[in-house]
């Protein structure tokens, strides 16, 4: 009877613990440490994508005044994303964004230096010696479930990949699952959704390691949180099972 208290008491704590291995990312198999070995995962180029929100930079040089007449850059001025998207293009269902002077101009399915480059060259016709920068307004990744901080997270590079999502998110929370994260995708339409083992350095060389504008990140949480085991008064169990125990042998001993 004592050894069976004892054996509770002992799977009863221990399951109130998180061990290393749920907690740690990237796990090493065996002793083996692969620290410096390499992962071929080249970040691809941003396409332009229906409804994708752009916001343009025009400036040129006057021939009379050869000063760069720059009417503001995205980096500068301290302005919100809700700003940009006030002063940006959005792409529309069929591709295209409607410029000043220029009109219609198809962008869909290039890079942002491909049409920056275009723009350019079609507002020679206007100025002199233009220059052109285009960069992406309000791309973003939503991030839920069970990490410190959930939401909607804007980013101003080009690509992002997993562990800086869950950075902006404050981690993932103690009772969440790092092998089961669920990444769901929209592209054309369609909805995709895949799991992915944040344990596992096959994460590197997968389609989701980098996520796209738009992407949700959802967090699960792990068994023992689902079946409530966290909110176990383990000081009660402990009291109870060693006040048992001291029963038991005040028992025994007469």
């Known amino acids: 009877?004592?050894?069976?208290?004892?054996?509770?008491?002992?799977?009863?704590?221990?399951?109130?613990?998180?061990?290393?291995?749920?907690?740690?990312?990237?796990?090493?198999?065996?002793?083996?440490?692969?620290?410096?070995?390499?992962?071929?995962?080249?970040?691809?180029?941003?396409?332009?994508?229906?409804?994708?929100?752009?916001?343009?930079?025009?400036?040129?040089?006057?021939?009379?005044?050869?000063?760069?007449?720059?009417?503001g850059d995205i980096r500068t001025g301290g302005r919100s994303s809700t700003d940009y998207s006030l002063i940006s293009y959005q792409v529309d269902e069929d591709g295209y964004i409607d410029l000043p002077l220029l009109g219609k101009v198809h962008v869909a399915g290039k890079t942002v230096d491909q049409v920056a480059k275009e723009i350019q060259e079609e507002l020679k016709s206007y100025f002199y010696a233009p220059s052109?920068?285009?960069?992406?307004?309000?791309?973003?990744?939503?991030?839920?479930?069970?990490?410190?901080?959930?939401?909607?997270?804007?980013?101003?590079?080009?690509?992002?990949?997993?562990?800086?999502?869950?950075?902006?998110?404050?981690?993932?929370?103690?009772?969440?699952?790092?092998?089961?994260?669920?990444?769901?995708?929209?592209?054309?339409?369609?909805?995709?959704?895949?799991?992915?083992?944040?344990?596992?350095?096959?994460?590197?060389?997968?389609d989701f390691f980098y996520l796209k504008s738009g992407d949700v990140v959802y967090v699960e949480p792990l068994n023992r949180r689902i079946w409530g085991i966290n909110s176990v008064p383990f000081s009660l169990i402990l009291s109870a099972a060693t006040t048992s125990l001291l029963i038991i042998d005040y028992v025994q001993g007469d």
């Open 1 to 71: 009877m004592r050894k069976i208290l004892i054996l509770s008491l002992i799977i009863a704590l221990s399951s109130g613990c998180m061990t290393r291995r749920q907690m740690a990312y990237v796990q090493d198999k065996g002793k083996k440490k692969d620290l410096g070995v390499e992962f071929l995962n080249e970040q691809k180029r941003a396409l332009i994508q229906t409804f994708d929100e752009l916001y343009i930079n025009v400036s040129s040089f006057s021939e009379d005044n050869p000063e760069l007449l720059a009417p």
């Open 132 to 206: 052109v920068k285009v960069s992406f307004v309000n791309k973003n990744v939503t991030v839920i479930g069970m990490v410190e901080r959930p939401g909607r997270y804007f980013y101003s590079g080009e690509n992002i990949n997993i562990f800086q999502a869950l950075g902006l998110a404050g981690d993932i929370g103690e009772y969440g699952d790092r092998k089961r994260v669920v990444i769901i995708r929209e592209s054309n339409g369609r909805i995709r959704k895949n799991r992915v083992d944040l344990t596992d350095k096959s994460l590197f060389i997968s």
